[in-house]
């Protein structure tokens, strides 16, 4: 069984604005930054094994106060890149919100394929077979850490919980929270969701010794 963190990255300026997609130079605001700060802070108190982040800059300035006090290193994992937004990234959402195709993603994400960008089958092919991969380095009850992006971490959810892509936004995944998805041999579990507060007995974490 493999226990993985699931953390969406900390504020930054695009964020409920605008597409920043796969854009270089995006980094954490500083209310982004503070979010992380506090983020290492809760998590220092769990037995984390490793930690793994997708390799855009406001993912990886989210891990590295998590891998500081956990005294880890941050490794990159590409499955858990950014949705490939194409002809989207760097628009604002109040552009794409007169747009045909836009409503027609956010209505049927199974049917619709962003304009040079990426397929939802896409996105969850590599992000599933990105855990498949770590699940397999981390077999035995480890718990991992992986920073990645809000729609990635909805998809990954909604098809380990047998629900369709479709219906991902009806969960929330807000900037600097963290889900805990347990991957055990008789089925997955989702222990918690969007979370931002202390963590409650009943995930059953390990402390840190």
């Known amino acids: 069984m493999t226990t993985f963190l699931l953390i969406r990255h900390a ?6 604005r605008a597409i920043a997609g ?21 998590l220092s108190g769990l ?6 982040s997708s390799p855009l800059e406001r993912a990886l300035e989210t891990a590295a106060p998590i891998a500081e006090r ?7 994992a590409p499955g858990l890149l950014e949705i490939d937004f194409g002809e989207w990234t760097g628009r604002s959402l109040a552009e794409l919100d007169s747009l045909a195709e836009w409503k027609a993603f956010n209505r049927s994400r199974n049917s619709t394929r962003i304009p040079g960008g990426e397929s939802t089958a896409e996105v969850l092919a590599r992000s599933v077979g990105e855990l498949d ?11 991992v850490a992986l920073v990645s992006h809000g729609d990635v971490l909805r998809l ?23 889900s805990i998805l347990a991957l055990e041999a008789a ?23």
């Open 187 to 209: 089925g997955p579990r989702l222990l918690l969701l969007n979370s931002q507060a202390d963590w409650p007995v009943e995930t059953g974490l390990k402390p840190a010794h």
């Open 70 to 76: 956990q005294r880890l290193r941050v490794r990159t």
């Open 133 to 143: 991969r770590l699940g397999k380095i981390h077999p035995e009850g480890d718990l």
């Open 22 to 42: 796969r854009s270089a130079g995006v980094h954490l605001s500083r209310k982004g930054q503070a979010e992380a700060e506090t983020l290492g802070e809760r």
């Open 11 to 16: 504020h930054c300026d695009p964020v409920g």
């Open 47 to 52: 037995a984390i094994s490793a930690i793994y």
């Open 156 to 178: 990954l959810i909604t098809h380990f919980m047998g629900a369709p892509a479709d219906l991902l936004h009806r969960i929330e995944i807000s900037p600097g929270s963290v």
